[in-house]
DNA sequence: ACACTATCCTGCAGGC
DNA sequence: TGCCTGCAGGATAGTG
């Protein structure tokens, strides 16, 4: 479910009930996730304090006061949301998504975060503070977009020589982590650049970016500070954690707008729908080239 | 190394 | 109403 814009606006609702509180319980509702949990992991998390939430790409990090990290990444449908810590009673006890809150943190301070995720392709893992930079799934992973890392000179130092579409590529986590489906589609519409434009077509022979590449480091950024700022898109799952939606997905100029009229000005275009690499991408051939 | 596929899992929308 | 198919915001093991 959640890129970047997702699980920034979950770290920023999560803060405040998080950070300087202690884990009274944790309530773990199954074994497993997309892996099993760590062993002995709600012991292990019991009468901890978290220091600090952080994110890192789309991976949640919660600093405990015993030297390690609380690692949580949402897959494709995880959700917290926080509960008043009523005994025994769940909010949603009618619903059946109740049958997906699979984690429960009980804090000391009468709210609980419940952890919520159909599919079940999120995780949780608890590994040292100080190790998580060498931590493997962490070592590969590749600039944030929104840092100074990511720049016109990165992408073609990148894309040099690919024969790969630049879809695929800005989908590569270990390039640039964080950004996903609607916002790689979104930059590309931004920079007018097609999604099945080979990387390598995008850098000169001298190995320099083209005028069309280095207009795309502002869209990727701009894109994702627009979703910020409307709090994510919500699409089905997503929403901020005082249960608000977020609101972004009005301002898709082409994800999930197959057949709508291309919002460039003045292109006349049609906004298409193709597949690739198995999954849905959504462009204005007319504008997009 | 690189490009692409299949796969994990559940829910939902659409067609018949 | 039910049954079927395909699709969904991610990541990764495996294939040629």
Redesign the pocket.
Known sequence: ???LP?VETVRRGLAPALVGATIARVELRRHDL?FPFPQRFAARLQGRRVLDLRRR??YLIADLDDAHSLIM?L??SGSFRIDDDTPGVFQHKRD?SA??DHVVFHLDHGKRVVYND????GCMLLIPTHAIDEEE?FRGLGVEPLGDALDAAFLAGAFQG????VK?LLLD?RLIAGL???YVCEALHRAHISPLRATGLLVTASGRPTAALARLPQAIKDVLKDALEAG???????RQIDGSLGYFQHSFRVYDREGAACPTPSCKGTIARVVQ????TFYCPRCQK
């Open positions: 479910m959640p890129e997702e997309r790409a789309k990444h897959g494709m059946k049958a997906h159909p599919r079940r392709f799934r690919r024969a790969a579409p695929a986590q996903g489906n609607i994510g898109s919500s699409l089905r799952d997503h690499s198995g999954r849905s």
